[in-house]
């Protein structure tokens, strides 16, 4: 049986959440030997060059000066998500950074009533309630009430990744896929460039574990990744992306058990669980009603 666009949408944008859970690990384990804006320069370049070689055949660099504008906003909105939660992580755990980027999931369809006036379906802000709630059981520390700076600036990235998310739903149909993909990443990457030696001290000790999280996550956490993102939410509304997006802490949480054995509490797997059943709950909504 074939599969009808949509679904085929929402199979990318998990295999999106798949790919950035997934590559977690490496990434965390690099970080020692590399500072954060470094990396994602790198990273961002490598995925750029990919993406130009991919997308060739496309008239990547013929559009008007209104495109260019567009598109740096789209990479500016996720390079600034990256660069507040980098310096959020300065003082407050991992852990709690999770969870207050992942507060972008509640924060899209909250966005996209305001801005477009239109109100994601009641199943699906059913399945985004789930969904935030097994991202707190998964990653909201048990001991941590103090708000520090961090979780403000954690907070702003947030905003930043919902804003990311709805701007590049609604402006790729008019940019085109090849044109945002590549500059909404190209852009994204000249901003840590930029941003690296402003925020923070560069460094780069050249190690394996760093080119290895370099190249794969330019490949797959990047280059693969964002590509798939900007077709996906093509064929999707900004709400389910950001819903779907919510297995990313599901997906660290099951290759953490497997790569490197980390302990697997029953809160955790309850979260992992109330996250499945928010995304459910959402796909369940032909059920229960006709979807705009």
Not at 228 to 250: D, N, Y
């Amino acid at each position: 049986m074939k599969l009808s666009i949509e679904a085929r949408a929402d199979l990318a944008l998990a295999g999106v959440a798949l790919l950035w859970g997934g590559t977690f690990v490496l990434v965390k384990a690099a970080l020692d030997d590399i500072s954060s804006l470094v990396y994602l320069a790198l990273r961002f370049a490598l995925a750029a060059v990919l993406l130009l070689w991919y997308f060739r055949r496309a008239p990547i660099f013929r559009m008007p000066a209104k495109a260019y504008l567009i598109t740096a906003l789209v990479g500016g909105l996720l390079m600034t998500g990256y660069i507040l939660q980098t310096i959020g992580l300065k003082t407050i755990t991992p852990a709690k950074s999770a969870f207050l980027t992942g507060l972008y999931i509640p924060l899209v369809p909250v966005f996209g009533a305001i801005i477009w006036r239109k109100l994601p379906l009641w199943q699906e802000i059913v399945g985004l309630v789930l969904a935030v709630g097994g991202t707190a059981m998964i990653s909201w520390p048990e001991q941590s009430a103090r708000i520090a700076i961090g979780d403000w600036l954690t907070i702003a990235c947030a905003v930043a990744y919902a804003c990311h998310i709805l701007a590049l739903g609604h402006f790729t149909p008019n940019i085109g896929l090849a044109r945002m993909t590549c500059w909404q990443i190209m852009f994204g990457g000249l901003f840590a460039a930029i941003g690296s030696p402003i925020i923070e001290k560069p460094f780069w000790h050249v190690t394996t574990p760093t080119i290895a999280a370099i190249v794969v996550g330019g490949v797959f956490a990047t280059a693969i990744a964002f590509g798939l993102q900007t077709w996906g939410q093509q064929h999707t509304s900004a709400s389910r992306a950001a819903l779907i997006f919510s297995l990313e802490p599901v997906f660290a949480w099951v290759v953490s058990f497997l790569v490197i054995g980390e302990v697997l509490t029953l809160r955790t797997g309850f979260g992992a669980a109330l996250v499945l059943v928010g995304i459910l709950f959402a796909e369940l909504k032909p059920q229960f009603g006709k979807s705009d």
